[in-house]
């Protein structure tokens, strides 16, 4: 896949590759890529794509930052 092969380490990626049975996907930024493979840094952990297995990549924007439950206790 040209796009994997181009794009620069740290970009976050989501690819769609195949497994038995269909297809999954990896989220995350692109952390690493030799002449077959690519590695995508998963909440998960690293997830290894073989670059003929992939059907689908692009580029997409950064996570959303969340905000948590919890806050300071207002001030009394």
């Known amino acids: 896949m040209k796009l994997l092969r181009e794009l620069p ?7 769609r590759y195949r497994i038995e049975g269909g297809f999954t996907d990896a989220l995350g930024p692109l952390v690493a890529r030799d002449a077959t493979t ?11 794509v073989d670059f003929d297995a992939v059907a689908l990549a692009k580029p997409v924007p950064p996570a959303p930052v969340r905000k948590s439950a919890g806050g300071a206790p207002p001030a009394l």
Do not use: A, K, L, S
């Open 9 to 15: 380490i740290g970009t976050r990626v989501v690819v």
């Open 38 to 48: 690519c590695t995508v840094e998963t909440r998960r952990g690293p997830v290894v």
